[in-house]
């Protein structure tokens, strides 16, 4: 081969190994993929795909946990380590269903995690009827480890991630801090109760089919506190469940669900909580200070306002959801007035 063609050779592959190089450090500096820590050019973390980037931020880490939480997307603004006594690890992601969270919960037991306690965060779409999207990636099935930094931090698709972090806007609707504790993307958007919220689209609440697998997930972990919880939901929603004649069929689906569990605190109920739109942007995903409230009751003591499914019956719960509303019928109309 000529010098000339070998020279050019060794100068296109030197550039790009250089770029390669280039490329990487900036994809492990912001890490959108969450391997190393989270951003070290900014105090922001996009959730660009939480079922991949979770478990690349606790592999490894798996000792200094005891706790582990599973939910959707309401059940990552809970801050885990407002749950006193326990060091909590909180796995929950967005559009989250219960056979996702035993895959991660087998997972996760495949590694040598062995919690004292488990959290799990239910949703009122998980007692529809209808399909519900199973997205665990193939590793969490495998029961293999994450796909190496160095050839995923080399991909086109993550440098894209990267320069979005810190040039761009959310995926999301929800960010992480540098100690990867998520908030709401933008806190001055406010709730108007006047727009239908995503758990209005269908109904009623009839299918039982994932209390079943919240039996199994309790399995994975048999030596762990089983603790559950409904999230807030927008009073308006509720009153619209109780136009619809879909109310009982809610507040049974919860008691129902609520007997696999240890604990189950409901906090769905209408309260000043989620009767007052300034502690929430959508309905559904509720403000720190509410979810704070939450954590703080978890797991013991009282919850003010909220409901204790396993001392009362389902009769019982249902009757306390109708007085509510009429004891906050004023209050939902006047925030209907009020946009």
């Known amino acids: ?28 500096l912001v890490d959108p993929l969450w391997y190393f820590g989270g951003n070290k050019l900014g105090p922001i973390n996009y959730a660009f795909n939480e079922r991949l980037s979770k478990p690349n931020l606790i592999a490894g880490h798996e000792d200094e946990y005891d706790c582990v939480i599973f939910g959707d997307s309401r059940v990552t ?10 060091r909590c690890f909180n796995f929950a992601f967005s559009s989250g269903v219960a056979p996702e969270f035993v895959d991660y919960a087998e997972w996760l037991k495949a590694r ?8 799990v965060g239910l949703s ?23 796909e190496s930094p160095y050839l995923a931090y080399l991909s086109l698709d993550v440098l894209a991630m990267s320069w979005r972090t810190l040039f761009g806007t959310s995926p999301l609707d929800r960010v992480y801090d540098s100690d990867f504790r998520c908030r709401a993307a933008s806190l001055q958007r406010l709730y ?17 089919k994932p209390i079943a697998t919240y039996r199994t997930l309790k399995a994975v972990f048999p030596n762990a506190r089983f603790v559950g919880y409904a999230s807030p939901l927008s009073a308006w929603a509720i009153a619209e469940y109780a136009r619809m004649g879909w109310l009982e069929s809610y507040t049974r689906a919860l008691h129902d669900a609520s007997e ?10 209408p309260s000043a909580m989620t009767a007052d739109p300034a502690m929430t942007y959508d309905g559904t995903h509720y403000s720190p200070t509410a979810n704070e409230a939450i954590a703080r009751t978890l797991t013991g003591g009282h919850a ?16 306390t959801y109708r007085a509510r509303l009429a004891r906050y019928d004023e ?9």
Request: aromatic share 10%; glycine share 4%.
């Open 304 to 319: 003010e306002e909220a409901l204790d499914l396993k001392s009362i019956s389902a009769d019982e719960m249902t009757a």
């Open 192 to 208: 108007d109760p006047r727009v239908p919220i995503r758990d209005l689209r269908s109904g009623p609440f009839d299918n039982r």
């Open 260 to 269: 696999v569990f240890d604990r189950f605190t409901d906090y769905s109920i």
């Open 112 to 119: 040598g995690f062995s919690p004292k306690l488990v959290v």
């Open 77 to 86: 603004l809970l801050p885990e380590h407002r749950i006193e006594g326990y």
């Open 331 to 339: 209050t939902l109309r006047r925030g209907l007035a009020a946009h």
């Open 124 to 146: 009122a779409g998980d007692f529809r009827s209808i399909p519900q999207a199973h997205n665990t990636p193939a590793f969490i099935r495998e029961k293999s480890p994450p």
């Open 1 to 28: 081969m000529p010098a000339h063609a070998t020279s050019y050779l060794f100068a296109l592959f030197g550039t790009l190994a250089l770029c390669c190089a280039l490329a990487w450090t900036f994809n492990a």
